[in-house]
Protein backbone atom coordinates (compact mmCIF):
# COMPACT_ATOMS: atom_id res chain seq x y z
CA UNK A 1 0.00 0.00 0.00
CA UNK A 2 2.34 2.12 -1.06
CA UNK A 3 6.66 2.72 -0.25
CA UNK A 4 7.91 6.03 0.03
CA UNK A 5 11.55 7.01 -0.50
CA UNK A 6 13.24 10.66 -0.57
CA UNK A 7 16.00 12.04 -1.56
CA UNK A 8 18.35 15.12 -2.21
CA UNK A 9 18.10 17.19 1.03
CA UNK A 10 20.82 19.10 2.26
CA UNK A 11 22.81 22.57 3.54
CA UNK A 12 22.44 25.00 0.98
CA UNK A 13 22.49 29.00 0.83
CA UNK A 14 19.94 31.70 0.61
CA UNK A 15 18.97 32.17 -2.83
CA UNK A 16 20.18 28.56 -3.89
CA UNK A 17 18.49 25.47 -5.21
CA UNK A 18 17.81 22.10 -4.28
CA UNK A 19 15.53 19.48 -6.06
CA UNK A 20 13.89 16.52 -3.86
CA UNK A 21 12.57 13.50 -5.24
CA UNK A 22 10.59 10.82 -3.88
CA UNK A 23 10.50 7.29 -5.39
CA UNK A 24 7.26 5.27 -4.69
CA UNK A 25 6.30 1.62 -5.20
CA UNK A 26 3.36 -0.74 -3.99
CA UNK A 27 0.98 1.25 -5.63
CA UNK A 28 -0.48 2.42 -9.15
CA UNK A 29 1.55 6.05 -8.78
CA UNK A 30 0.13 7.29 -12.74
CA UNK A 31 -3.88 7.06 -10.58
CA UNK A 32 -2.34 9.04 -7.10
CA UNK A 33 -2.58 12.66 -5.99
CA UNK A 34 0.60 13.22 -4.50
CA UNK A 35 2.18 15.79 -1.76
CA UNK A 36 5.26 17.63 -0.35
CA UNK A 37 5.16 18.73 3.47
CA UNK A 38 7.04 20.02 5.86
CA UNK A 39 7.46 20.17 9.36
CA UNK A 40 10.41 22.83 10.81
CA UNK A 41 11.42 22.42 14.70
CA UNK A 42 8.71 23.36 16.97
CA UNK A 43 5.86 24.05 14.31
CA UNK A 44 3.15 21.64 12.47
CA UNK A 45 3.51 19.80 9.30
CA UNK A 46 2.21 21.96 6.57
CA UNK A 47 1.26 21.22 2.85
CA UNK A 48 3.74 22.88 0.49
CA UNK A 49 2.50 21.62 -2.81
CA UNK A 50 0.38 19.07 -4.40
CA UNK A 51 0.06 16.93 -7.92
CA UNK A 52 -3.05 15.17 -8.73
CA UNK A 53 -2.92 12.60 -11.35
CA UNK A 54 -4.07 14.97 -14.13
CA UNK A 55 -1.30 16.93 -13.40
CA UNK A 56 -3.18 20.03 -11.80
CA UNK A 57 -0.55 21.55 -9.07
CA UNK A 58 -1.42 23.13 -6.00
CA UNK A 59 1.04 25.44 -3.70
CA UNK A 60 1.00 27.27 -0.03
CA UNK A 61 1.36 30.92 -0.62
CA UNK A 62 4.89 30.63 0.68
CA UNK A 63 6.57 29.27 -1.80
CA UNK A 64 4.20 30.20 -4.98
CA UNK A 65 6.52 31.34 -7.35
CA UNK A 66 9.33 29.74 -6.17
CA UNK A 67 8.87 25.48 -5.57
CA UNK A 68 7.77 23.48 -8.63
CA UNK A 69 6.60 20.08 -7.91
CA UNK A 70 6.14 17.58 -11.05
CA UNK A 71 5.78 13.52 -11.43
CA UNK A 72 7.29 11.40 -13.73
CA UNK A 73 4.82 8.38 -14.16
CA UNK A 74 7.84 6.59 -15.88
CA UNK A 75 10.06 6.56 -13.21
CA UNK A 76 7.07 6.39 -10.18
CA UNK A 77 8.82 9.68 -8.62
CA UNK A 78 7.36 13.26 -7.71
CA UNK A 79 9.77 15.96 -7.62
CA UNK A 80 10.18 19.40 -5.74
CA UNK A 81 12.16 21.90 -7.45
CA UNK A 82 13.24 24.78 -4.37
CA UNK A 83 14.54 27.92 -6.10
CA UNK A 84 15.37 31.12 -4.00
CA UNK A 85 15.59 29.01 -0.67
CA UNK A 86 14.77 31.11 2.27
CA UNK A 87 16.06 30.12 5.81
CA UNK A 88 12.35 30.03 6.51
CA UNK A 89 11.81 27.25 4.34
CA UNK A 90 14.31 25.29 6.32
CA UNK A 91 12.34 22.23 8.04
CA UNK A 92 12.42 17.88 7.12
CA UNK A 93 10.06 17.92 3.80
CA UNK A 94 8.19 14.51 3.66
CA UNK A 95 6.63 12.70 0.56
CA UNK A 96 2.49 11.87 1.19
CA UNK A 97 0.29 9.34 -0.31
CA UNK A 98 -3.51 10.69 0.77
CA UNK A 99 -4.77 7.32 -0.43
CA UNK A 100 -2.90 5.47 1.97
CA UNK A 101 -1.96 8.24 4.38
CA UNK A 102 1.56 6.90 3.85
CA UNK A 103 4.73 9.06 4.85
CA UNK A 104 7.96 8.78 3.01
CA UNK A 105 10.92 9.30 6.29
CA UNK A 106 11.70 12.67 5.47
CA UNK A 107 14.77 14.31 4.02
CA UNK A 108 16.11 17.58 5.94
CA UNK A 109 16.58 20.81 4.08
CA UNK A 110 18.51 23.37 5.60
CA UNK A 111 18.81 27.01 4.47
CA UNK A 112 21.63 28.81 5.86
CA UNK A 113 25.35 30.95 5.33
Known amino acids: QGQLVESGGGLVQPGGSLKLSCEVS????????MSWYRQAPGQQREMVAT???????NYADSVKGRFTISRDNTKKTVYLQMNSLKPEDTAVYYC???????WGQGTQVTVSS
Open 51 to 57: ITSGYTT
Open 26 to 33: GTIFSART
Open 96 to 102: YLAIYNR
